[in-house]
């Protein structure tokens, strides 16, 4: 039941969104389709990993003891690497979809 939840939630965001940048920028609502879609799969990719580039910045933040440049701390622990994982959740696979889908129709309404 909370994978139907989140799939629709999912495509009523990105239909909204997809929405709100037409409107704000003044084109169609099939203009943005593709990139709202792919938009969409990246920041669903992105909250949905663990590891990467974000992970290794706020360790070395936190094992840099403080702000102060002139200061040296040691640091007695060590914050062990995270291994670097993607966790595919329905949201996920429908931005794909909705991406998918997207980019046929508007390629069949311009170039056919």
């Known amino acids: 039941m909370g994978r139907i939840i989140w799939s ?13 940048i037409a409107k ?7 203009d943005w389709s593709f990139l709202t879609g792919l938009a969409a799969v990246v920041l669903v990719k992105f909250f949905n990993s663990s590891g990467g580039m974000a992970s290794e910045f706020a360790n070395a933040r936190l094992q ?3 702000e102060d440049n002139d200061l040296q701390v040691e640091v007695w622990t060590r914050i062990e690497k995270i291994e670097r994982r993607f966790k595919a959740t329905p949201s ?3 931005a794909i979809g909705y991406t998918l889908v997207s980019g046929i129709i508007t390629f069949i ?3 056919i």
């Open 64 to 66: 840099s003891g403080n």
């Open 109 to 111: 309404y311009y170039f």
């Open 24 to 30: 704000l920028f003044n084109n169609d609502f099939l």
């Open 92 to 94: 996920f696979y429908v």
């Open 8 to 20: 629709v939630i999912t495509i009523g965001l990105i239909l909204f969104a997809n929405w709100g």
